[in-house]
């Protein structure tokens, strides 16, 4: 796994399915939560990350809008994103697309500029400071009414065009797609891209909806599709990208364990599938900690690792001219590797 580990790490990858608000390391929330005078808890970084036990998306949406809590300067929105680009830059991500939720934040008050502001100028210092490239995705919360996701993009207009896309988050069971069909298509009107959690936890249908209602450029999870089959052949079919997050998944309960995770099955129904972190500092485990335990549950190699890290740059909401030379990159380091180490070297499972 050793070489596989490494060449995981410098694989030039792509993650798109993120939450800014899943980044918050314990450390940094203390930090921000003793700055901006917010009340917690739990009595010491050790002990929230104790607290990371979850039976379910809602237990830990309970937790994660906790967290949301100590954020509330444009300062701290500027470290939250500034800290997780730092580190996806040290995994080897060369394109991070990244979900924000302002909802929690604007109705304890936090002026939208302070959310936005920081966040994209992250984003922007990220790309001059390292050469990352990130794109921030404005995530509505499907818990809250549609009128609440209009006010939403009202509020974010000003930034129209330094947003990368919009997105739907939050407690999925009891809030189908179908809620936001008239957001979307305004969104959709606006020439904005969009994707839509689908499929994590609520049934087949959720994700059939997200593609036909709202017509979506990305289904997030989307594991479930494959109850249906036939909606699996259809989005197989046209190629339709899903941001798979298969330790999240196994955090949640979704799944029993990763060996039990349906990434492969999947694969071999012909979706195009990209691995994802979703909350890495709440899971403690980052886009590359995914592949490696993906390496390994299910014994990929080095091409089909690279597959998956193509499939990501081109799901990227990124130029051709912007790609291109991600893509090349990655098929230079698969060539190298091969070159290097009989193939039979090359699996997740391989000196294990
Ligand atoms: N927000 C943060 N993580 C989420 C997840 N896994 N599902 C839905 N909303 C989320
Ligand atoms: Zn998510």
Redo the contacts with the bound molecule.
């Keep these: 796994m050793t070489n596989l580990s490494a060449f995981i790490g410098q694989l030039p990858k792509a993650e798109l399915h993120v ?1 800014l608000e ?1 980044c918050l390391e314990a450390e940094l929330l203390f930090e921000l939560a003793e700055r901006n005078d917010v009340a917690l808890p739990w009595r010491s970084a050790a002990a929230l990350r104790a607290a990371y036990q979850f039976d379910d ?1 809602q237990s830990f ?1 309970a937790l ?1 809008f906790q967290g949301c809590q100590v954020l509330r300067r444009e300062q701290d929105f500027y470290q939250l994103t500034r800290d997780y680009l730092a580190r996806a830059h040290a995994d080897g991500v060369v394109r991070a697309e990244c979900f924000l939720g302002p909802q929690s934040f604007t109705e304890q008050g936090v002026p939208i500029q302070a959310v936005i502001e920081g966040t994209l100028r992250a984003m922007a210092d990220a790309e001059r400071e390292d050469g990352i490239s990130a794109g921030l995705l404005v995530s509505a919360h499907r818990h809250r009414s549609e009128a609440d996701a209009f006010a939403l993009l009202d509020s974010v207009l000003p930034w129209a065009d330094q947003l990368a896309g919009f997105g739907l ?2 407690a ?1 069971v009891g809030n189908p797609p179908e809620k936001f069909t008239r957001y979307f298509a305004e969104l959709h009107r606006l020439g904005q891209a969009t994707t839509a ?1 689908a499929g ?1 936890e609520g049934p087949a249908d959720y994700v059939r909806q997200a593609v036909e209602l709202l017509g979506v450029d990305r289904i997030d999870h989307g594991i479930r599709a494959l109850d249906d089959p036939q909606l699996t052949a259809e989005l197989a079919q046209a190629k339709m990208p899903f941001t798979v997050c298969p330790i ?1 998944n196994v955090k ?1 309960q979704g799944v029993e364990s990763l060996a039990q995770h349906p990434l492969p099955r999947m694969l071999a129904a012909g979706l195009t599938v990209t691995l994802n972190s ?2 890495p500092a709440y899971f403690e485990s980052s886009l590359a900690d995914n592949y490696r335990q993906c390496a390994q549950a299910f014994d990929l190699d080095a091409a089909a690792l690279a597959g998956l890290a193509a499939a990501s740059l081109r799901a990227a909401f990124l130029s051709d001219e912007q790609r291109e030379p991600h893509l090349s990159e990655l098929a230079a380091q698969l060539a190298a590797v091969r070159a290097a180490a009989p193939a039979e070297q090359q699996s997740g499972r391989a000196g294990a």
Aim: charge should be negative.
């Design positions: 939450h899943g998306l949406l994660y988050g939050g999925e959690h994590e999240s949640l979703d909350d």
